[in-house]
C-alpha cells in the first residue's frame, strides 16, 4: 500500500521560510519523478515543482527563485524548501507522483503565510 506523509507546514510571517517533507513508502520512489502540489481555499489544485528520478527539476512560474525541490532518495523522501513566502503561497500542500495517482494523495500539510 503506498503512503505519502506530508509534514513540516505551519504559520509563518510573509518573507519567512519553511522546508516541507514527504516521506514515501510503497513504491519504488527512486524511479518515479516526483510533485509538490498545492490547493488553495476555493481554487483547483496546482502543480507547484516537480524532480525527476535523474534529479532535474521544474517549477510553477509562481514560485521561480523561491521554492527549491530535492530529494533524497535513500531515504524515500521529497524536499520543498520554501523562501520569500507570500500570503497568496497559502494552502494545503501535497506531494504525489507526477503525473498523480488519484489513490496516492495524503493528508497534506497546511502552509499558512500571514501579511
Known amino acids: 500500500q503506498v503512503q505519502l506523509v506530508e509534514s513540516g507546514g505551519g504559520l509563518v510571517q510573509a518573507g519567512g521560510s519553511l522546508k516541507l517533507s514527504c516521506a514515501a513508502s510503497g513504491i519504488n520512489f527512486r524511479i518515479y519523478t516526483m510533485g509538490w502540489y498545492r490547493q488553495a481555499p476555493g481554487k483547483q489544485r496546482e502543480l507547484v515543482a516537480d524532480?525527476?528520478?535523474?534529479?532535474?527539476?521544474n517549477y510553477a512560474d509562481s514560485v521561480k527563485g523561491r521554492f527549491t525541490i530535492s530529494r533524497e532518495n535513500a531515504r524515500n523522501t521529497v524536499y520543498l524548501q520554501m523562501n520569500s513566502l507570500r500570503p497568496e503561497d497559502t494552502a494545503v500542500y501535497y506531494c504525489n507522483t507526477r503525473p498523480f495517482v488519484r489513490d496516492y494523495w495524503g493528508q497534506g500539510t497546511q502552509v499558512t503565510v500571514s501579511s
Open positions: 524532480v525527476s528520478s535523474g534529479g532535474s527539476t
